[in-house]
């Protein structure tokens, strides 16, 4: 804080010749005194300027903490509905192996408790069926495509 002030001036080789009349003491305590409240005033402004500055900060940064709050639950969530999808598949492909073993230990009892032989001579025997001629074979050419249209009955 500066006090002095000088109210001079030169002019000439020494000469100094007063500019203004000094202030008296009161003039000079009162201008102080009015100084100092504008510099409160000054520090007032600018500690309120700062106040609102940390009070936006502080909103700003409650509104980034719940927006990372809303994407970790998010995150969260997503990784246990993955989990649990991942758990079902798995049960799902465990129910699948087992009707597949079931469906094989079917077809082996299947084929087992049916003898072809007793088939054939049932066939022959009972029925009176025999093994066809080669007249009787007829051939059919089929394009390169994967299916056939039939039009008329088969010979």
């Known amino acids: 804080m500066r006090e ?3 109210f001079y001036y030169t002019d000439g080789n020494t000469v100094r010749k007063i500019e203004q009349p ?6 000079r305590k009162r201008e102080i005194e009015e100084e100092h409240r504008r510099q409160a005033r000054r520090q007032q402004r ?3 300027r700062m106040m609102r500055q940390k009070r936006m900060a502080t909103v ?3 509104g980034l903490v ?11 969530t997503l990784t246990n509905n ?3 999808h991942m758990s079902q ?7 699948v192996t087992e009707l597949k073993a079931s469906n094989s230990a079917l077809e082996g009892r299947i084929a087992s408790s049916t003898n072809l032989g007793v088939v054939k001579q049932a066939a022959i025997n009972d029925l009176g069926m025999v093994y066809a001629n080669t007249d009787q074979i007829v051939y059919y050419s089929i394009d390169d495509t994967d ?6 009955a088969i010979p």
Do not use: D, W
Request: aromatic share 10%; net charge negative; charged share 10%.
């Open 4 to 6: 002095v002030n000088t």
């Open 22 to 27: 000094l202030p008296n003491r009161e003039t």
């Open 46 to 48: 600018a500690h309120a």
């Open 60 to 62: 700003a940064t409650a």
């Open 66 to 76: 719940g927006v990372l709050c809303l994407f970790f639950v998010g995150y969260i």
């Open 82 to 84: 993955i989990t649990s």
């Open 89 to 95: 598949a798995a049960e799902l492909e465990s129910q």
């Open 147 to 152: 299916s056939m249209s039939q039009y008329k």
